[in-house]
T-cell receptor
Framework: DQQVKQNSPSLSVQEGRISILNCDYT??????FLWYKKYPAEGPTFLIS?????DKNEDGRFTVFLNKSAKHLSLHIVPSQPGDSAVYFC????????????FGKGTKLTVNP | DTAVSQTPKYLVTQMGNDKSIKCEQN?????MYWYKQDSKKFLKIMFS???????INETVPNRFSPKSPDKAHLNLHINSLELGDSAVYFC????????????FGSGTRLTVV
């Protein structure tokens, strides 16, 4: 039972263009959403998050959009850089209680020079 | 200074053996976790401890036993290793309170032969 879904296993974009990574979730109890970036042979690193009371959060080149009614969020990277090439995981949690992070399967982003 | 460090990074062992993976965090976080990334690349939570107390115990075989001697350490002991235990195991820590996210270690690649 995948509560967090990333339906695109891979995405390839040109340097300088926009990268859009998508994520869907099924559990309406989730109230915090996070994106993690993972390079090979390293652990995931926190990138950006958004609370369910917001619909947008921006941090430099990274913006996360949340559409609660559609149970959908997306990560926009503008402009994309070759160093952004990594696997991006969408994750969600319910605050309070155990607060376990539930991850999607990841999307491998390749930014071509 | 490594925030979350886990050892060893690679572990190759035979079926039936018992092995341990160690994890330490120097962030002062209250909560620590073990996640497993299987061959399908899913990151799934196994256990979490808050201040040495077991909080989450997902449906993990009881051959897996976490031990937290203090809140900065969470070790994972695995008895009678099986081929299906081959995966990358990630330790993580967080400060309770939601969207701060987790800080992950770099992972331990366990290969059972």
């Amino acid at each position: 039972d995948q509560q967090v879904k990333q339906n695109s296993p891979s995405l390839s974009v040109q340097e300088g263009r926009i990268s859009i990574l998508n994520c869907d979730y099924t559990n309406s109890m989730f109230d915090y959403f996070l994106w993690y970036k993972k390079y090979p042979a390293e652990g995931p690193t926190f990138l950006i998050s958004i609370s369910s009371i917001k619909d947008k959060n921006e941090d430099g080149r990274f913006t996360v959009f949340l559409n609660k009614s559609a149970k959908h969020l997306s990560l926009h990277i503008v402009p994309s850089q070759p160093g952004d090439s990594a696997v991006y995981f969408c994750a969600a949690l319910t605050q309070g209680g155990s607060e376990k992070l539930v991850f999607g399967k990841g999307t491998k982003l390749t930014v071509n020079p | 200074d490594t925030a979350v460090s886990q050892t060893p990074k690679y572990l190759v062992t035979q079926m039936g053996n018992d092995k341990s993976i160690k994890c330490e965090q120097n962030l002062g976080h209250d909560t620590m976790y073990w996640y497993k990334q299987d061959s399908k690349k899913f990151l799934k939570i196994m256990f979490s401890y808050n201040n040495k107390e077991l909080i989450i115990n997902e449906t993990v075989p009881n051959r897996f036993s976490p031990k937290s001697p203090d809140k900065a350490h969470l070790n994972l002991h695995i008895n009678s290793l099986e081929l299906g235990d081959s995966a990358v195991y990630f330790c993580a820590s967080s400060q309770q309170g939601g969207g701060y996210g987790y800080t992950f270690g770099s992972g331990t690649r366990l290969t059972v032969v």
